[in-house]
């Protein structure tokens, strides 16, 4: 019985391991490619996660049928889309050439360049919507 006990605990901590989220204390020790991608590749899907919830809870402020349920979704694709022009951020610093992919790719500053371009917008749109849910719920 005490062998089973143990055995859910392991299983238990390694499954809450693998959901753990990315610390923010990476972006203090920034530096090295490899990690400095890492450290804001997590922290952007972390954030992603939480701005789900955050524009879930923003929409369930909004009543049925008010214009601005659409126009938080617009804000919302926007948002997506604009992660596409972090691709600037990586090709100027190829001098404007897309770097060809390899078998065993590695990563460049170039490539931490486009994913703290994407960590800083997802960290605005946290903000933006944890600004908005503060002004629905003020009375």
């Known amino acids: 019985m005490r062998s089973i006990k143990i055995a859910a605990c392991a299983v238990v ?4 391991l693998c959901h753990a989220s990315t610390d923010p204390e990476c972006l203090k020790h920034l530096g090295g490619a490899f990690g400095d991608v890492e450290c804001f590749n997590g922290l952007s899907n972390d ?9 879930g809870n ?5 009543p049925k049928g ?3 349920k659409i126009l938080l979704e617009q804000y919302l694709n926007n948002q997506v889309n604009a992660q596409n022009f972090c691709e600037l951020s990586r090709a100027s610093m190829t001098s404007w050439v897309r770097e060809a992919v390899t078998v065993n790719p590695r990563y460049h500053d170039y490539d931490v360049a486009y994913y703290e371009c994407v ?7 946290n903000k933006f919507l944890k600004s908005l849910i503060k002004n629905a719920n003020q009375e």
Do not use: F, M, P
């Open 13 to 16: 901590s390694i499954s809450s």
């Open 47 to 55: 954030l992603k996660q939480e701005n789900r919830k955050l524009a």
């Open 119 to 125: 960590y800083g917008l997802l960290a605005q749109e």
């Open 58 to 62: 923003v929409a369930s402020t909004i």
């Open 66 to 68: 008010n214009r601005n």
